[in-house]
């Protein structure tokens, strides 16, 4: 099994510009999280889909924000402007199903830069 | 709603002793309660899991980790600590509603571990 998998690695822009990031799942995970990750707020929950469907996104921080998930084996996160204050690593995540007793497997991440 | 706490930042061992790594859970029922562990530049793996039954549970790379609700505690465990085991330490909880709950997790801010030769 491949695992989840991340792209890009890393990814450096300027204020301003549209960053896009793409996760692939575990095939046959029917949940995907979104993560971010930061030394002052630690791990944050941005957004799960189940089944493809958003379920909560509750912690995207602002409209600048926006997730998709076309299909079972692919979902973007959006950010659009992106601000210096963005700067992180993001996380995806999967899961079997959707409840809490489902482990998740995270992909290596992608370290945002915004300059 | 839940929230987890992991009092050290940071620790330091030497290689061969052994090791805990406190972690406290505020919810209002039984939790789901996950250690995980982060090399740098890697995501988060599973080391163990609680959600039930024996309190002292068993998880990879020779981790365990004992659930004590009366402490609101799940500090995990290692007899002997390896310089492989360097890393950051997460401890969450999942949130738990009749029969099934969503996986929304909520991570302390970690334990990075340094272990000395």
Redesign the interface.
Known sequence: DAG?IQSPRHEVTEMGQEVTLRCKPISGHN?L?WYRQTMMR??E?LI?F?NNVP??DSGMPEDRFSAKMPNASFSTLKIQPSEPRDSAVY?C?S?L?????????????TRLTVT | AQSVTQPDIHITVSEGASLELRCNYSYGATPYLFWYVQSPGQGLQLLLKYFSGDTLVQGIKGFEAEFKRSQSSFNLRKPSVHWSDAAEYFCAVGARAGGTSYGKLTFGQGTILTVHP
């Open positions: 989840v949940s999280f630690g791990l929950l799960y189940n379920i909560d996380f995540a899961s199903t959707v409840t809490v007793n489902s482990p998740l497997h995270f992909g290596n991440g």
